[in-house]
């Protein structure tokens, strides 16, 4: 491995290659090629095979990827090897949602505590937990260890909640809110706003 | 405008720009310079610089951004100086809380028709919708004119629905369904799965 001269683009295609992956393995096929693996995921062949040389040799001449092997490889070096306990920060309807949502397994990643600020949804329960107050979280995440948080909270109070987390020691920040956070280096933060998705693909309607 | 020759990566951080400067706007600020907007978005000022100078002279040297104007330039640019209707189709708790989702006004989005399969839930109320059947849903799309949806049906009906919606006519497809789509030329796809945000920043945590 490599790592400090991978650029992030490629990390970021890492994923996607996965879930494709994780699909095929899951449709019971045991080998691919960078061409079809291009064709699941709008890639091209070229630059998957481009991508993957970054962090070894993982297929032959030939024959291909052994799909299985190529999960195993992708789940190391994106380290979801292993199962990352995830805090869940605001309890309206896009928290609940994640609180319940079933896309997790397999994926590296467990939902195993949810905040709310309002005392009318303190101690609640959402699936199968119990809404904590977000008064106790800093503490609580952090004697946990939880490393990585989901934020849903209201715009005017994400950034706010953000310093919370950080205090807490969340080194990944997926940001449901649509606004953009500042946070110390060591602390990364992806977004998933919508409307931005959208706007990048009104772009080129007529 | 030279949009043929502007590369999609470009593109894909003017919605980001335009959130950041919508939000100092609602804060009440009037201009900005590119390395303010940079900090708040994370991204260099010369990149910035670079990004908008493909699309005019938008700046005064010195003076910087005039807010309000670079805010309607992008919102050309993007095409949501309208508004879209948009077209939600599955309504379990993912669809229900973007039904019910406030984040859409004045980004140039407005949900206007929720469907979904189930018997059950055809003819119930989310927010201001009724659930329409899923079967009824290419006719009613394409006879409203509506370009626009987001798919938040299960893994395993993604691809069945998105090429209902193709039928339909739909240009942009907004995938919550963690599964690659495959869509004709001239339809475009986003996704937004949780799990591939977290495994971008996973690679880098220890």
Redesign the interface.
Known sequence: MNKPETP?II??R???Y???LQ?MDAQGKQTTSSLDLG????ISAAQIRKDLSQFGEFGKQGTGYNIAFLIGKLRE????DRV?D?AVIGM???G???A??Q??SD???RVSMVFDNDPAKVGERVGHFVIQDTQEMVGTIRRAGI??A?LCVP?SKAQQVANQLVEAEI??I?NYS???L?VPPGV?V????????????????D
Request: cysteine-free; glycine content about 8%.
């Open positions: 992030d990390i970021s890492l994923p996607v996965l879930r494709a699909h064709e699941q995921v709008g070096i994106l380290k979801v990352w995830v309206g309807d896009m609940h949602a994640i319940r949502y896309g997790f994926r590296g990643f490393k990585v989901m715009a080194k990944a997926l649509p606004i953009n500042n990364r992806q977004y998933l706003d919508p409307s931005v998705g959208l706007q990048r693909m009104t772009y080129y309607m």
